[in-house]
């Protein structure tokens, strides 16, 4: 069975006239990273709080359909069991920082879980050095730069040691070099520790090189659900407005003019190895 | 807001920013009653030099001076009022004796050491600990939890404060305009948005929360803990011989006005 599966899901919000999602029927494997895509209001967000249980149990609202996430039915599950499980990133890093130093927010949800003292501190460093930020270990959050805070953000939830780690929209504050080392962070923790990544994103050309598995979303629907080069490629990804990476672009301009490449590529280094190859046959 | 200023805690290491938050503040509780007991000027005065080698040691001179300056316009009005109404009741129309204006005095150098201690407790304790100290002393983690939230996000809410000001007025809102009920009028389309985005804000603090396990055990657990030391148990110890000094000299030695010392000693 896959670690993620959900089944027709629909949610409509206490306060909303139509659901949020709609028929949501998707399997995420173990060991997968997803990008998860869509303009903004497709109903993203709302997925990623089905994910971790916030909704219902946070949100209250109507709940139809099956969710299961790493064996655990969602609509059953209360949400600090869960929290143990799937760990959920946010998307201002300010938000969700509360302690005054970073190592005691670090510690904030195994203090919570009661993990013994020696434990925890073990834990702590692990996490802090997994994501690069031991040097920070002392200094006050609403210090550090946004780049910063959202890598304490991530050894927060990573403390946790969850089987899933959601991210939702972890890069919107920052500039593109925060970015990508955020990116990278993330990329690590699939790669090395085996986690699986659900990462809520538009910045597809930065994004898309590290996933195995794309899933747009529209108006609170799946449209496209796959393997990145398959997803890119299609005409109606364009067409709803997903940034869809400029490599991916390339190719379809120069297959309209006539300049077929071998294999659609997603990222910068697919484009110039095809190209290369296309330019020294000819 | 420069009283304030003296109430803000900076990162450093010094001996009594290392002492145990619970003593330090028992130390400061211990001031504040022997300051209430006397009324007389000389064990004021006294208790006026007491917190100085701790602002020496902790190296917060700055900071404690000016939260000494913000307390400055208090303590005159404490003084003038005090000194005035004394004297419009008792010596009126005679002029006013050595012993009244001393009473004054001391009545001002009251609020001054309350101001001054409060101002090095705050100056040398972080939050963090001050969250922990009230945490191992059995209060509710919740209440913790409010007490350490708020003071983490003071500076955050100040920014906030700060960039709606700037919208509002780059919308042509005059804050500084018309008399005094205009003036808070004004403050309206600035309070609004702040408290909606601070509603906003605690929302989102609140899905994060419940995200880490918030509420998973009763017994929750804690990565720090406090213990006292050796200078705490030394702090702890003067403060309780301080205590029973103070009640001693409060209960059978007379003290004279500081005016009959003086006269005393020019003869």
Known sequence: MALIETENLSFTYPSGMKPAVEDISISIEKGDFVVLTGPSGCGKTTLCRCFNGLIPHFYGGKLEGNITVAGYNVAKCLVYELARHVGLVFQNPENQLFALSVEKDVAFGLENCGMPRDDMRKRVDWALQMTGIEELRERAPHELSGGQQQRVAIACVLAMQPEVMVFDEPTSFLDPLGAQKIFEVINDLNKELGITVILVEHRLDLASRYANHVIVMNEGKIVLDGEPHKVFNSERARLIGVGIPKATRLYQILRENGLKLSKVPINSEEASQFLRKILTHD | ?267
């Open chain 2, 1 to 267: 807001m420069s009283v304030f200023d003296g109430l803000k805690f900076r990162k450093v290491s010094s001996p009594v920013h290392n002492l145990d938050p619970r003593v330090k503040f028992f130390f400061v509780c211990v001031l504040f009653v022997v300051a209430v007991m006397f009324f007389q000027l000389l064990p004021l005065l006294v208790l006026f030099f007491v917190p100085i080698p701790f602002v020496l040691v902790a190296r917060v001179k700055r900071e404690w001076i000016r939260s000494l300056k913000g307390a400055s316009m208090l303590a005159f009005i404490i003084f003038f009022f005090n000194f005035i109404f004394n004297y419009i009741y008792n010596e009126y129309p005679n002029i006013p004796s050595a012993s009244l204006i001393e009473y004054s005095v001391a009545m001002t150098l009251r609020f001054v050491v309350l101001v001054e201690t409060f101002s090095v407790f705050f100056l040398t304790t972080s939050p963090d600990l001050l969250g922990l100290a009230l945490e191992q002393s059995h209060v509710p983690y919740e209440f913790c939890f409010a007490f350490t939230t708020a003071v983490r996000f003071v500076p955050v809410l100040a920014d906030e404060a700060q960039t709606i000001m700037d919208a509002q007025k780059s919308r042509g809102l005059e804050l500084e305009r018309g008399n005094f009920l205009k003036r808070i009028k004004n403050y309206i389309p600035i309070l609004i948005p702040l408290i909606v985005s601070a509603i906003r804000r605690s929302l989102e603090l609140a899905e994060a929360m419940e995200s880490r396990a918030w509420g998973a055990t009763e017994k929750r657990t804690n990565l720090y803990v406090l213990r006292l030391g050796k200078t705490d148990y030394a702090l702890a110890f003067t403060s309780i011989f301080m205590l029973v000094v103070a009640i001693l000299v409060w209960r059978f030695v007379p003290i004279p006005p500081l005016s009959v010392i003086l006269s005393f000693l020019q003869l």
